[in-house]
């Protein structure tokens, strides 16, 4: 191990360290360490290093905010952070470039500042750019993935563009090629005058639209207002734990149905406020939280027969690289 980290320190525009706590790094506060923290400052960086890892074929986790992110208590091994890749150019015509580490609320504030709306649902949702792509976030019938042109994929072969189409997105989801991470996004921007996307007779938000800085400000005071009394977003969590089995039938429904709201495992508690949600109350271990998550899926199971599917990502402890 220590050959490696010599190795891959040498390798430029990076910085590598051992060790790092994962859970200040994630909004539920929970999990071990990362064995080896890379955060490369630019995309030519990530190239080499995700070069690097693949010649020595080793494996790497990509770290956003860790807003969707459960890390086991005993750690995993390598993970990239991109927090530092966070710019935002608009191109002349018909899109805007932003790179995968720039956090939602940020690019939010640039939507208000230069007059753009579409995305105003979205606020409150505490991801980075490039995690929002690979869980498709998305509130209130709009999802991210809609707006997307095209995703920048960065692999150990170098960088290319990939044009998003009807496949590339699902509920909670995005299609990212093995192997590769989103390290940008271009979003469309409709032109003035430009004809909508009509899908089933609806107008399909599928481009962000120019328009009152100030409007797209209420749009989002209105959105936080709704948000601010269904979600307890004062405490530690990771959001929704899991996905709506239907789109009529949700998942929180369903665990408080079974009278779960506010059954504690220790430090960890299914939300009084939302039932969907697991919150941290301070001193909460990943395993704690998971193993409220196993005892929800049994008694939903149990109560009403649904198979409740995590939408929450899950680290497992990686024991190789804890023992080099
Ligand atoms: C209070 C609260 C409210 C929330 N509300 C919502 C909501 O309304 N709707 C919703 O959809 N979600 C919601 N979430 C969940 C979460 O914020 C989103 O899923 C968010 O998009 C995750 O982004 P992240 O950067 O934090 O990803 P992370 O948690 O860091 O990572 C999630 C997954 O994405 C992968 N990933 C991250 N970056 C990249 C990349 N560049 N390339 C490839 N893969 C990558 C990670 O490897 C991991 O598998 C909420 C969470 C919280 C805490």
Same mark, same amino acid.
């Given at each position: 191990?220590?050959?490696?980290?010599? +190795?891959?320190?040498?390798?430029?525009?990076?910085?590598?360290?051992?060790?790092?706590?994962?859970?200040?790094?994630?909004?539920?506060?929970?999990?071990?360490?990362?064995?080896?923290?890379?955060?490369?400052?630019?995309?030519?960086?990530?190239?080499?290093?995700?070069?690097?890892?693949?010649?020595?074929?080793?494996?790497?986790?990509? $770290?956003?905010?860790?807003?969707?992110?459960?890390?086991?208590?005993?750690?995993?091994?390598?993970? $990239?952070?991109?927090?530092?890749?966070?710019?935002?150019?608009?191109?002349?015509?018909?899109?805007?470039?932003?790179?995968?580490?720039?956090? $939602?609320?940020?690019?939010?504030?640039?939507?208000?500042?230069?007059?753009?709306?579409?995305?105003?649902?979205?606020?409150?949702?505490?991801?980075?750019?490039?995690?929002?792509?690979?869980?498709?976030?998305?509130?209130?019938?709009?999802?991210?993935?809609?707006?997307?042109?095209?995703?920048?994929?960065?692999?150990? +072969?170098?960088?290319?563009?990939?044009?998003?189409?009807?496949?590339?997105?699902?509920?909670?989801?995005?299609?990212? @090629?093995?192997?590769?991470?989103?390290?940008?996004?271009?979003?469309?921007?409709?032109?003035?005058?430009?004809?909508?996307?009509?899908?089933?007779?609806?107008? %399909?938000?599928?481009?962000?639209?120019?328009?009152?800085?100030?409007?797209?400000? +209420?749009?989002?005071?209105? %959105?936080?207002?709704?948000?601010?009394?269904?979600?307890?977003?004062?405490?530690?969590?990771?959001?929704?734990?899991?996905?709506?089995?239907? @789109?009529?039938?949700?998942?929180?429904?369903?665990?408080? =149905?079974?009278?779960?709201?506010?059954?504690?495992?220790?430090?960890?508690?299914?939300?009084?406020?939302?039932?969907?949600?697991?919150?941290?109350?301070?001193?909460?271990? =990943?395993?704690?939280? $998971?193993?409220?998550?196993?005892?929800?899926?049994?008694?939903?199971?149990?109560?009403?027969?649904?198979?409740?599917?995590?939408?929450?990502?899950?680290?497992?402890?990686?024991?190789?690289?804890?023992?080099?």
């Amino acid at each position: 191990m220590q050959q490696f980290f010599k +190795d891959i320190s040498q390798i430029k525009g990076i910085t590598c360290r051992e060790n790092v706590p994962l859970a200040p790094l994630t909004t539920m506060k929970v999990g071990g360490k990362a064995r080896c923290f890379i955060t490369p400052s630019t995309i030519g960086a990530l190239e080499r290093v995700l070069r690097f890892l693949h010649r020595h074929q080793i494996s790497f986790k990509v $770290l956003g905010n860790g807003s969707n992110l459960i890390v086991e208590d005993e750690g995993v091994g390598v993970v $990239l952070s991109l927090s530092l890749l966070k710019g935002i150019y608009r191109s002349k015509c018909d899109s805007v470039y932003v790179e995968a580490g720039c956090s $939602l609320p940020g690019f939010l504030k640039w939507c208000i500042k230069n007059g753009y709306t579409g995305l105003e649902s979205l606020v409150g949702i505490p991801g980075s750019l490039g995690g929002a792509i690979s869980m498709n976030a998305g509130a209130n019938d709009v999802s991210i993935g809609n707006f997307v042109k095209e995703l920048c994929i960065t692999t150990a +072969d170098g960088s290319y563009w990939l044009k998003a189409d009807e496949n590339t997105f699902h509920y909670r989801a995005g299609s990212i @090629p093995p192997g590769g991470l989103v390290s940008a996004v271009r979003f469309r921007i409709r032109k003035e005058g430009e004809a909508q996307c009509v899908q089933k007779g609806i107008v %399909a938000a599928d481009a962000l639209v120019p328009s009152h800085g100030s409007l797209v400000r +209420d749009n989002i005071r209105q %959105a936080m207002k709704k948000r601010l009394s269904t979600q307890p977003l004062g405490q530690a969590s990771a959001g929704c734990i899991f996905k709506n089995p239907l @789109p009529e039938c949700s998942a929180w429904s369903l665990i408080a =149905s079974c009278g779960l709201q506010g059954f504690r495992m220790r430090d960890a508690q299914v939300s009084p406020k939302h039932a969907n949600f697991i919150v941290n109350l301070g001193q909460a271990s =990943s395993h704690d939280v $998971l193993s409220l998550i196993g005892l929800i899926k049994k008694r939903v199971w149990e109560n009403t027969g649904v198979v409740l599917k995590e939408e929450v990502v899950v680290w497992r402890h990686e024991e190789e690289f804890w023992q080099k």
